[in-house]
């Protein structure tokens, strides 16, 4: 059973640099097959997918993101990382890691707890 | 982007009814990339349907989806206590990957 726990700052300042990380467990993230996908949820908001990594290191980002966001993976700590720049206060939300079960694309099984995070100065 | 929206924003109903929520998208989704989550407050999403009409592992069999093209429905045939919360519909034909902007389910 994959398990995800998120963790990072919840206190950002704008213009400054986001950084989360998601720990797995249960299986390796370089075994390979798994889909490590980022979800935010601003507060009292619905759900935006942010990106994923996939197969050593291939992305896939929101375009609506894009120009900010880097998500990685570290194979040696088995974890997958988020990082966004200039955040501003749209930027706070609740910061999920999740992923679909092996070898498919969607359906989020897996979920981490949720960490929040707030921009402000 | 594909717009999902979803109607009523807040269903109001009693433990045993029946439940029927709406999922519109703005273009044409094939209903093999429309999926279903419920949302409780302070926990992450969970899974309930694929492929518009699929169970996902451990749903109960009262929870069934429908529908094709640009709209698609989630019902509950009889509603549990547990059931009350958040449900958002989610399109994963078109990237970005898109979710609407749920459907509160709550007790009457």
């Known amino acids: 059973q994959v398990r995800l726990q998120e963790s990072g700052p919840g206190l950002v300042k704008p213009s400054q640099t986001l950084s989360l990380t998601c720990s797995v467990s249960?299986?390796?993230?370089?075994?390979?097959?798994?889909?490590w996908t980022w979800i935010r949820q601003p507060p009292g908001k619905g759900l935006e997918w942010i990106g994923y990594?996939?197969?050593?290191?291939?992305?896939h980002y929101n375009p609506s993101l894009k120009s900010r966001l880097s998500i990685s993976e570290d194979t040696s700590k088995n974890q997958f990382s988020l990082k966004l720049t200039s955040v501003t206060a749209a930027d706070t939300a609740v910061y999920y890691c999740?992923?679909?079960?092996?070898?498919?694309?969607?359906?989020?099984?897996?979920w981490g707890q949720g960490t929040p995070v707030t921009v402000s100065s | 982007e594909v717009v999902l929206t979803q109607s009523p924003g807040t269903l109001s109903l009693s433990p045993g009814e029946r439940a029927s929520l709406s999922c519109r998208t703005s273009?044409?989704?094939?209903?093999?990339?429309l999926a279903w989550y419920q949302q409780k407050p302070g926990q992450a999403p969970r899974f309930l349907m694929y492929?518009?009409?699929s169970r996902a592992t451990g749903v109960p069999d009262r929870f069934s989806g429908s529908g094709s093209g640009t709209d698609f429905n989630l019902t509950i045939s009889r509603l549990e206590p547990e059931d009350f919360a958040v449900y958002y519909c989610?399109?994963?034909?078109?990237?970005?990957?898109?979710f609407g902007q749920g459907t509160k389910l709550a007790i009457k």
């Open positions: 999740a992923a679909p079960k092996r070898g498919f694309s969607y359906g989020y099984v897996y």
């Open positions: 492929a518009a009409s």
């Open positions: 989610h399109q994963y034909g078109y990237s970005p990957y898109t």
């Open positions: 249960g299986d390796s993230i370089s075994s390979g097959g798994y889909y």
């Open positions: 990594i996939y197969y050593s290191g291939n992305t």
């Open positions: 273009q044409s989704v094939s209903s093999s990339y």
